[in-house]
């Protein structure tokens, strides 16, 4: 068994906490708070400020599982998640076109912690998309080499399949 440490990142309401809660073998250690801005509090009334943990066990790896906080303030938080990983993924809801800027942004500051393999992860995508995965790619600017995965995080099996194709492409 490889330990792998996998950041899980991306904007607010994107549903990274979604996807370690669907992920993990064990319950989820998380860091939820009210949310603070009316803004914010029309989508949702928590959000993460430190992190999410969680942990599972997916074919020859134990994955140690690491959520960060979606918004701008918590950017510190990031950079300490950051440390020592082993790769990431960035979600982005395709509903929501906005949170494609934070994506970029957000992948600018990982790419700056060294070469781990990463990849995009379209999540939500039992929702109507108002984006097309070649704009994703090209708003992301993203090398042909980076996959995008669709992803419906509110289902086991549909993040278990993202995880192990993530894992599989980074092999390579
Ligand atoms: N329809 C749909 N809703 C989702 C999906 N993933 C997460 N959500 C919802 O999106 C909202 C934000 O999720 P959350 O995990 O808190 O996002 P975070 O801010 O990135 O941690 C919650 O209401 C989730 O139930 C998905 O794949 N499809
Ligand atoms: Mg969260």
């Known amino acids: 068994m490889e330990t792998f440490k996998l950041v899980i990142t991306g904007a607010f309401n ?20 009210a949310t603070s801005s009316p803004d914010e509090q029309r989508v949702k009334a928590n959000t993460t400020v430190a992190m999410d943990y969680g942990r599972v066990a997916l074919d020859d790896y134990t994955l140690r599982l690491y959520g960060t906080p979606g918004q701008n303030r ?12 082993n790769g990431f993924l960035v979600l982005v809801d395709l509903s929501q076109p906005a949170t494609i800027d934070d ?6 500051q990982f790419r700056d912690h060294g070469e781990v393999p990463y990849a995009v992860v379209a999540n939500k995508s039992d929702l109507n ?11 992301l600017d993203l090398n042909p080499d980076i996959h995008i995965y669709l ?9 278990r399949e993202v995880v192990r194709r993530f894992l599989r492409d980074a092999r390579k």
């Open 129 to 139: 998309t108002v984006i097309s995965q070649a704009d994703l790619r090209q708003q």
């Open 103 to 108: 994506a970029a942004s957000i992948l600018a």
């Open 14 to 33: 994107t549903g990274k906490s979604t996807f370690i809660r669907s992920l993990s073998d064990i319950a989820v250690v998380d860091t939820d708070k």
């Open 74 to 85: 918590f950017e510190f938080m990031r950079d300490i998640l950051a440390r020592n990983m």
């Open 151 to 159: 992803c419906t995080a509110t289902d086991r099996n549909s993040v």
